[in-house]
């Protein structure tokens, strides 16, 4: 019971101390997704948006809005565990928590939480701002606060395994640049798969964030290009075996200690 | 009564490290199987040269390197086997600086109280005395960054002691600090020994071990060399040496029966002699001969020499 006590206590802390510190920084952490997303609602939804009329019989602002808001989501959950977690170790605050009793499944769930709230905050504000573009409508609450909250996980989870390994400040940005913008750009956010050649839609099928688009898609506006129960299937099966590595990684010490 | 009392109480070991070995990736052997315990309220010195291993021990410790073998018992807990027990007995200020420098001060402290799941009501109220008792009260809405070095010492110390543990380990804690709150520091650590904290540092200066320390370890080449009490430590010390500052100026070094002279400089005359030779001996010798003396004082800190000695030995 002590035991319990003890990392509910360590895990409200962490959580508490991640979400200050995005808080804290919101004019790096908050403030540039609701920009740029304003810019594509305006540029891509607005003015040419316009122009490529519907896809998939939607309103092509309609359709990308669920892609944008998802995103945003991505990034910014990624970018909060990994910014964190690589501060830690760089400034070796993470010494706190190391020397503590904490357990590692307590200082795991404290990081991914602080992901989460990023990745939820940032999602709500990015929702707010496409409101001034487009109406919203939302077909399967359900679905799309479960995918929401999956994709977090997953990429908060993805964004400690980049900061364990990373030795650098150029380590935790290669990631972000060279693999997650190229796998959310060609992961559907902006247009639907029947655009695609057969072998390129095979090889889009390779891309997790595709399913995570799509998902959330189908919660939104009811629509899909897969079924949605594959979807959160793969989706669940990601965040398995990312939790797994993170276990793994912690418990040996990768990274934190010598 | 008590005192009788106190002696038949077999005392807890606070620290028992049984055949400790380090071997780090690329096969530096940083500890030999090291063997070291420290009795519950102890004040005790770990000291060696630079690379010796003192901070890979305490790393140990405090559970930032893993170790390669053996075993580490804090108040009877085994490190591994109840981690989470051991590791709430522990305090620790590390030789850097290992703080987030853009956290407030008081956040610091209270976060680190939390991570040993103190709630944050009894945290706050720990936090006001430590941070007032080492002169940061006033600090504490500022950001780490902007303390001075010596803010920044006391600020761990403060953080290290949060959860009020019962060993407080200290890896070089005035290395770089001035005289003033070196002084200050020892005041503080030896309160917090006396209020029952077995402290455990590793230090540069032998005056501080001196000074300090009952118990002392020390460590050369991942091997300890001595492990026992200051007072028999210095005991071992069979001679002495002191300098003379002379009144007039001589050629060379003078014969005096039953002592070794050097003459450093013309004015400067370097004395050994072995223990059962006293002083007024000396100065009999040096009456005779007619050489006047303005002051003297003694060679070198006698912990000093003896380090010296024995790790060059080893």
Same mark, same amino acid.
């Given at each position: 019971?002590?035991?319990?006590?003890?990392?509910?206590?360590?895990?409200?802390?962490?959580?508490?101390?991640?979400?200050?510190?995005? *808080?804290?920084?919101?004019?790096?952490?908050?403030?540039?997704?609701?920009?740029?997303?304003?810019?594509?609602?305006?540029?891509?939804?607005?003015?040419?948006?316009?122009?490529?009329?519907? *896809?998939?019989?939607?309103?092509?602002?309609?359709?990308?809005?669920?892609?944008?808001? *998802?995103?945003?989501?991505?990034?910014?959950?990624?970018?909060?565990?990994?910014?964190?977690?690589?501060?830690?170790?760089?400034?070796?605050?993470?010494?706190?928590?190391?020397?503590?009793?904490?357990?590692?499944?307590?200082?795991?769930?404290?990081?991914?939480?602080?992901?989460?709230?990023?990745?939820?905050?940032?999602?709500?504000?990015?929702?707010?701002?496409?409101?001034?573009?487009?109406?919203?409508?939302?077909?399967?609450?359900?679905?799309?606060?479960?995918?929401?909250?999956?994709?977090?996980?997953?990429?908060?989870?993805?964004?400690?395994?980049?900061?364990?390994?990373?030795?650098?400040?150029?380590?935790?940005?290669?990631?972000?640049?060279?693999?997650?913008?190229?796998?959310?750009?060609?992961?559907?956010?902006?247009?639907?798969?029947?655009?695609?050649?057969?072998?390129?839609?095979?090889?889009?099928?390779?891309?997790?964030?595709?399913?995570?688009?799509?998902?959330?898609?189908?919660?939104?506006?009811?629509?899909?290009?897969?079924?949605?129960?594959?979807?959160?299937?793969?989706?669940?099966?990601?965040?398995?075996?990312?939790?797994?590595?993170?276990?793994?990684?912690?418990?040996?010490?990768?990274?934190?200690?010598? | 009564?008590?005192?009788?009392?106190?002696?038949?109480?077999?005392?807890?070991?606070?620290?028992?490290?049984?055949?400790?070995?380090?071997?780090?990736?690329?096969?530096?052997?940083?500890?030999?199987?090291?063997?070291?315990?420290?009795?519950?309220?102890?004040?005790?010195?770990?000291?060696?040269?630079?690379?010796?291993?003192?901070?890979?021990?305490?790393?140990?410790?405090?559970?930032?390197?893993?170790?390669?073998?053996?075993?580490?018992?804090?108040?009877?807990?085994?490190?591994?086997?109840?981690?989470?027990?051991?590791?709430?007995?522990?305090?620790?200020?590390?030789?850097?600086?290992?703080?987030?420098?853009?956290?407030?001060?008081?956040?610091?402290?209270?976060?680190?109280?939390?991570?040993?799941?103190?709630?944050?009501?009894?945290?706050?109220?720990?936090?006001?005395?430590?941070?007032?008792?080492?002169?940061?009260?006033?600090?504490?809405?500022?950001?780490?960054?902007?303390?001075?070095?010596?803010?920044?010492?006391?600020?761990?110390?403060?953080?290290?002691?949060?959860?009020?543990?019962?060993?407080?380990?200290?890896?070089?804690?005035?290395?770089?600090?001035?005289?003033?709150?070196?002084?200050?520091?020892?005041?503080?650590?030896?309160?917090?020994?006396?209020?029952?904290?077995?402290?455990?540092?590793?230090?540069?200066?032998?005056?501080?071990?001196?000074?300090?320390?009952?118990?002392?370890?020390?460590?050369?080449?991942?091997?300890?060399?001595?492990?026992?009490?200051?007072?028999?430590?210095?005991?071992?010390?069979?001679?002495?040496?002191?300098?003379?500052?002379?009144?007039?100026?001589?050629?060379?070094?003078?014969?005096?029966?039953?002592?070794?002279?050097?003459?450093?400089?013309?004015?400067?005359?370097?004395?050994?002699?072995?223990?059962?030779?006293?002083?007024?001996?000396?100065?009999?010798?040096?009456?005779?001969?007619?050489?006047?003396?303005?002051?003297?004082?003694?060679?070198?800190?006698?912990?000093?020499?003896?380090?010296?000695?024995?790790?060059?030995?080893?």
């Amino acid at each position: 019971m002590r035991n319990f006590n003890l990392n509910l206590v360590g895990l409200y802390t962490l959580v508490r101390r991640e979400c200050m510190r995005f *808080m804290r920084i919101w004019t790096q952490t908050l403030l540039p997704s609701m920009i740029s997303m304003a810019l594509y609602f305006l540029i891509f939804g607005n003015l040419m948006g316009n122009r490529i009329g519907t *896809m998939d019989g939607f309103h092509y602002i309609e359709y990308i809005a669920p892609g944008l808001i *998802m995103m945003s989501i991505i990034t910014n959950s990624y970018a909060n565990v990994v910014s964190s977690f690589f501060f830690a170790k760089f400034q070796r605050n993470i010494e706190e928590m190391i020397v503590s009793p904490l357990s590692i499944y307590t200082l795991l769930w404290g990081l991914l939480l602080g992901g989460l709230a990023r990745g939820i905050t940032v999602g709500l504000l990015v929702t707010l701002v496409s409101l001034f573009f487009t109406r919203l409508t939302i077909t399967h609450m359900d679905i799309t606060i479960l995918v929401v909250l999956l994709t977090s996980l997953l990429f908060s989870l993805g964004g400690l395994i980049n900061a364990i390994f990373a030795k650098s400040f150029d380590d935790i940005n290669i990631v972000p640049t060279f693999v997650l913008t190229p796998l959310t750009y060609l992961g559907g956010v902006f247009y639907s798969l029947d655009l695609l050649p057969k072998f390129w839609q095979w090889v889009t099928h390779l891309n997790p964030i595709f399913y995570m688009v799509n998902a959330f898609r189908y919660g939104m506006l009811g629509q899909s290009d897969l079924d949605i129960h594959t979807a959160l299937g793969v989706i669940l099966g990601f965040i398995v075996v990312l939790y797994l590595i993170c276990i793994w990684l912690l418990k040996k010490g990768t990274g934190i200690k010598t | 009564m008590t005192k009788p009392l106190k002696l038949a109480v077999d005392r807890m070991k606070a620290l028992d490290i049984k055949n400790l070995q380090k071997t780090y990736q690329g096969g530096v052997v940083a500890l030999k199987g090291i063997d070291l315990s420290v009795e519950e309220g102890d004040f005790f010195a770990l000291l060696g040269p630079n690379g010796a291993g003192k901070t890979t021990t305490i790393g140990i410790i405090t559970s930032l390197v893993n170790k390669t073998s053996g075993s580490v018992s804090v108040f009877g807990h085994d490190l591994e086997v109840e981690s989470e027990i051991a590791k709430t007995f522990i305090g620790v200020v590390p030789q850097e600086f290992n703080f987030n420098i853009f956290e407030r001060v008081i956040d610091i402290i209270i976060n680190q109280a939390g991570y040993y799941g103190i709630p944050r009501k009894r945290a706050a109220d720990n936090a006001e005395r430590y941070l007032t008792q080492l002169g940061l009260w006033d600090k504490r809405n500022q950001q780490a960054i902007e303390l001075s070095g010596g803010m920044k010492r006391r600020l761990m110390i403060a953080r290290s002691l949060v959860h009020e543990p019962k060993m407080l380990i200290l890896d070089e804690p005035t290395a770089g600090v001035d005289i003033e709150l070196r002084r200050s520091m020892w005041k503080f650590l030896k309160d917090i020994n006396h209020q029952g904290v077995t402290i455990i540092l590793t230090t540069h200066y032998l005056e501080e071990a001196e000074s300090l320390c009952r118990g002392i370890a020390i460590i050369d080449k991942g091997s300890i060399i001595a492990h026992t009490t200051v007072k028999q430590l210095l005991a071992r010390l069979n001679s002495e040496s002191f300098i003379f500052d002379l009144k007039h100026p001589l050629t060379k070094a003078p014969h005096l029966v039953g002592v070794n002279t050097l003459l450093l400089d013309e004015l400067s005359l370097e004395i050994s002699f072995p223990k059962s030779v006293n002083l007024n001996h000396i100065f009999e010798e040096l009456s005779k001969q007619n050489i006047e003396v303005n002051s003297m004082r003694n060679k070198t800190n006698r912990l000093e020499e003896l380090f010296i000695r024995l790790v060059n030995h080893a």
